[in-house]
Each structure stands twice: as structure tokens, then as C-alpha cells.
């Protein structure tokens, strides 16, 4: 028997092997990748949708001049229940990186603040209304800025 044509053998098998684990690795970690951006794609998309949902029943309910202050504090409060951005948001805390959680929270709690002016009886009209919409419309398009860049692999998502 020749040792060199058995160590050839063993040495091309070791190598074979090692090859298909390498490849194999590779390709489970790049399919876990794309399965992570995708599961954080439809998230980002959900929770800015139900914000979106959200703050357009506010707005409704802040257009209700003929309305009485109680329904138009009725309509706000279940804006904020039918939205569905309580869950989401605590979804984006989770498996976000820390600056788009950090966005997500400084849009929901300015949407949560218009949400408290129009509970109070503020009209669409009103100039303390007016302020919080515009801050929310900035924080809002920093929310989406943030996912942008999270999206595009800028960011990775914190432990």
C-alpha cells in the first residue's frame, strides 16, 4: 500500500469537506441575514402604517368642530386603541438597532401628545395643534430615516 496515495486520498477528503461546511455556512448565514431584513422590513412597514392609521383619526377627530369635546376625546382614545402602534412599537423595540428605536419612540410619544391635545378639545385649527402636528411630521419622517438606514445595512440590530 502507498502512503502517499492514502494521505492524498484522506487530505483531498478533509479538504472536500471542509469546503461543503464552509459553503454550507455560508449560505445558512446569508439566508438567516435576508430572513432578518425581511421579518425587519414588514415590521418597519406595519408599525409606520398603523402610525400612519393612527394619526389620520386623530386628524379626523380634530376636524370634528361640530362635534361635542367628549366624542372628539372618544375618537382620539380609540384612535390609539384601533391603530394597533402600541403593539408594534414594543415589536420594533425588540429587534431594531437602538437608533431607530430611539426614532420610533420620539414619534409615538409626540403622536401620543397630539393625541392628548385633541382628548383635551383641541381643533385642527388651533395653533398648539398646529405645532404638535408639524413636530410629529418631523419626527415622523426621522422615524422613516432611520429604518431607511437600518434597512440599508447601516445599522445592525443591537443585543
Do not use: C
Request: proline residues 4%; neutral net charge.
Amino acid at each position: 500500500m502507498q502512503w502517499g496515495s492514502l494521505i492524498s486520498t484522506a487530505l483531498g477528503a478533509v479538504i472536500g469537506v471542509l469546503a461543503t461546511l464552509t459553503a454550507d455556512l455560508s449560505r445558512a448565514k446569508r439566508t438567516r441575514q435576508d430572513n432578518e431584513h425581511n421579518t425587519r422590513r414588514q415590521l418597519y412597514a406595519d408599525y409606520l402604517a398603523a402610525l400612519a392609521r393612527t394619526r389620520n383619526n386623530l386628524r379626523l377627530a380634530a376636524r370634528s368642530a361640530h362635534t361635542p369635546p367628549e366624542e372628539r376625546a372618544r375618537k382620539a382614545i380609540e384612535a390609539f386603541k384601533e391603530g394597533n402602534a402600541y403593539e408594534l412599537r414594543y415589536h420594533v423595540a425588540l429587534i431594531a438597532p437602538a437608533p431607530v428605536v430611539e426614532a420610533s419612540t420620539a414619534a409615538f410619544r409626540s403622536l401620543r401628545d397630539l393625541r392628548d391635545l385633541v382628548e383635551e378639545g383641541a381643533l385642527h385649527t388651533d395653533p398648539s395643534y398646529l405645532d404638535l402636528r408639524d413636530r410629529w411630521e418631523e419626527s415622523f419622517a426621522e422615524l422613516r430615516t432611520a429604518m431607511r438606514g437600518s434597512l440599508d445595512g447601516a445599522q445592525t440590530p443591537t443585543a
